[in-house]
């Protein structure tokens, strides 16, 4: 079975046990410890800026996020390498778990605003989590969730 985003210049393929994406240019896939990644999710959604995602099913979840210019992001990428993110670029292959019940081990998500966020901001996301938590482990309290419109 293959699923193609020609919108988003990104192409996924799966077999039983494989998943396999192939970026195009200047695109890639980042992957955030999963404690920042709650943050930066809820930093994202109050900002419009959720873009396209993978999420890997399992014991230990993994979400990748669909992000553009990363030609001209050097430092971003250090500093988000530095967090403990995982850049893939080109093409990426992840096994797959086999899972109880009907659900797939993977699903592909356009996200709310159907953008691509540039590298960039992902990073800018993670400072400010880490900026609100400084240890960047914990997740933002509640109150801060709260009055969205």
């Not at 019940?101 to 159907?114: C, F, I, R």
Request: glycine content about 12%.
């Amino acid at each position: 079975m293959t699923f193609t985003a020609n919108r988003f210049d990104w192409s996924i393929s799966h077999a039983d046990d494989t998943l396999v994406v192939t970026f195009g240019v200047e695109r890639a896939g980042i992957e955030l410890p999963a404690p920042l990644r709650i943050g930066v999710e809820l930093f994202f959604q109050d900002n419009g800026l959720s873009g396209p995602t993978i999420a890997i099913g399992g014991p230990v979840g993994r979400h990748i996020r669909l992000v553009t210019g990363i030609s001209k992001a050097d430092r971003a990428i250090e500093y988000l390498q530095h967090c403990g993110a995982v850049l893939h670029v080109g093409r990426a292959v992840w096994p797959l778990r086999p899972i109880s019940g009907l659900g797939l081990a993977w699903s592909a998500d356009g996200g709310y605003g159907h953008r691509i966020p540039p590298l960039v901001a992902v990073a800018a996301a993670v400072r400010a989590v880490r900026l609100y938590t400084p240890d960047g482990l914990e997740q933002l309290p509640q109150a801060s969730r709260t009055n969205r419109v």
